[in-house]
Nanobody
Framework: QVQLVESGGGLVQPGGSLRLSCAAS????????MGWYRQAPGKQRELVAG???????NYADSVKGRFTISRDNAKNTVYLQMNSLKPEDTAVYYC???????????WGQGTQVTVSS
């Protein structure tokens, strides 16, 4: 079992910045992928950004140029630097990790990001 702990969420004004962190622990053999998803009330969970073990990244069109995903493989930690935040970025942000030979998917409990003036 893999446990994920997210941190770094909070309240920020439009145009501000936040940095989210997600640390993985537990029964980890290998991590193939780490990513960030978000879900606003009444909406489906959507991919924000992801990064593979090889360093390839992908972003939702809505966050390209504003958000940056990175990872520290030695620490089993993934980060999401969020700049130029907009009210529509308001959501609960969830960390996702795909690990092990079975490609098991694990989710964190989420961290709230609120962008409001």
């Amino acid at each position: 079992q893999v446990q994920l702990v997210e941190s770094g969420g909070g309240l920020v004004q439009p145009g501000g910045s936040l940095r989210l962190s997600c640390a993985a622990s537990g029964s980890i053999f290998s991590i193939y992928y780490m990513g960030w998803y978000r879900q606003a009330p009444g909406k489906q969970r959507e991919l924000v950004a992801g990064i593979t073990s090889g360093g390839s990244t992908n972003y939702a069109d809505s966050v390209k140029g504003r958000f940056t995903i990175s990872r520290d493989n030695a620490k089993n930690t993934v980060y999401l630097q969020m700049n130029s935040l907009k009210p529509e970025d308001t959501a609960v942000y969830y960390c996702n990790v795909i690990s092990g030979v079975t490609m098991n998917s694990s989710w964190g409990q989420g961290t709230q990001v609120t962008v409001s003036s």
